[in-house]
Structures are given as C-alpha cells and as structure tokens.
C-alpha cells in the first residue's frame, strides 16, 4: 500500500518540486546501433595484415609492418582527419589511437582506407601509422567515433580475431564480401582494393 501511495502522490511532488534529479549516465562508449552511428557512416574493419608486408604494399603504405585497412560501403565520402575518429587493437582502450586532424584522411564512397600499424617504430609518410601493432597471437580491432569533446565514444565497428587468423605470414585476412562476412584467409592481399 505503501509503495502505491509513494508512487501516485510522493514521487511526482518530489520530481517537480526539484528534489529529485535524473541524470543520463553515459557508457564509456555505446552499441554500434546507435543512431550516431548511422549518420556518421557505418564504416568496416575490412582486412589486416600482421608479420610484415610485401613490397607492392610497402609501396602503397610507405611501410613494410603490419597494417589495418577500413571500408566505407556507404554513399558519400568520410573524413577520417577531423580528430573526432580512432581506432584502436583493445577494446577496453577505444581511444588508444586518436587519428590525425589531416584532409588527406578521407574514405571515399565505396572505398577504402589503411592504417600502418608499426607501434611508432617506423613511421609511414603515406598513411597514419598508429601507436599499436597487430598481434599474431590474435587481439581485438575496433573503430570509434567521438560526436565532441567529453562526449562518449561510439562504437563504428570492433572484431577480435584468433589462431589461425593472423597467426600467418605472408598472407592477410579480411571480410569477404567487403564489410559483411566472417574474417578469413583471403587468396590475395588487397589493401586499399577490393577484398577477393
């Protein structure tokens, strides 16, 4: 009887009278369907390479180390260098790499962008080249999106992947189709092209 009394009568004049205070507590960062995710473009973690690289993809991303490609399969183009994106090998660190504000940065419509994952040893002049490598002992892969400054992190896209995916060298693992699918061994190395 108590609790009917407190719920018709004491609760709604303890609310309006300002005694009682809601507040929205925010996750560290939230499901990739929220609609933030939507309308900022629902990029991919496409395909990935650990143990080194060979030398037509050292050309195109300016290092030999592991890399990180991410798909666009949206419409229209994504700024990856407004300082609002990063990306990430641990999902309990979604900001671990906060990409550099650079208009270069884009993923095009369609299209595909790659990340040197050196750790910092040896910086590509090509791509962004994160703070993180890639594990062949397998690890998490994630892409995060801040709205603004303080605001949570919303997760775009994360997978975790283990022996015998990344456990190979020579050969890289990605989505096939581009963005959908499970992560396999693919028959070629593709970065910044279409998965086959």
Do not use: H
């Amino acid at each position: 009887m108590f609790k009917r009394l407190f719920a018709a009568f004491v609760f709604p004049f303890l609310l309006l009278s300002g005694c009682l205070e809601f507040r929205d507590v925010q996750p560290r960062f939230t499901s990739p369907t929220v609609p933030d995710s939507i309308i900022y473009g629902r990029l991919r973690v496409n395909e990935f390479m650990t143990g080194g690289t060979p030398a037509n993809v050292s050309a195109l991303l300016g290092s030999s180390t592991d890399w990180v490609e991410i798909y666009n399969p949206g419409d229209s183009a994504i700024n990856l260098g407004s300082g609002q994106w990063f990306v990430t090998d641990d999902l309990a660190v979604p900001d671990k790499y906060n990409i550099p504000v650079d208009s270069r940065y884009r993923i095009p419509a369609k299209g595909f962008f790659a990340f040197v994952c050196s750790g910092g040893a040896t910086p590509s002049t090509l791509r962004p080249t994160t703070n993180f490598s890639l594990s062949s002992a397998g690890e998490d892969l994630g892409i995060f999106y801040r709205k603004s400054p303080g605001s949570p992190l919303i997760a775009i896209d994360t997978l975790i992947y283990t022996p015998p995916i990344g456990a190979l060298s020579g050969v890289s693992f990605g989505r096939l189709p581009n963005g959908a699918g499970s992560v396999i061994q693919l028959t070629e190395i593709t970065a910044e092209a279409s998965n086959r």
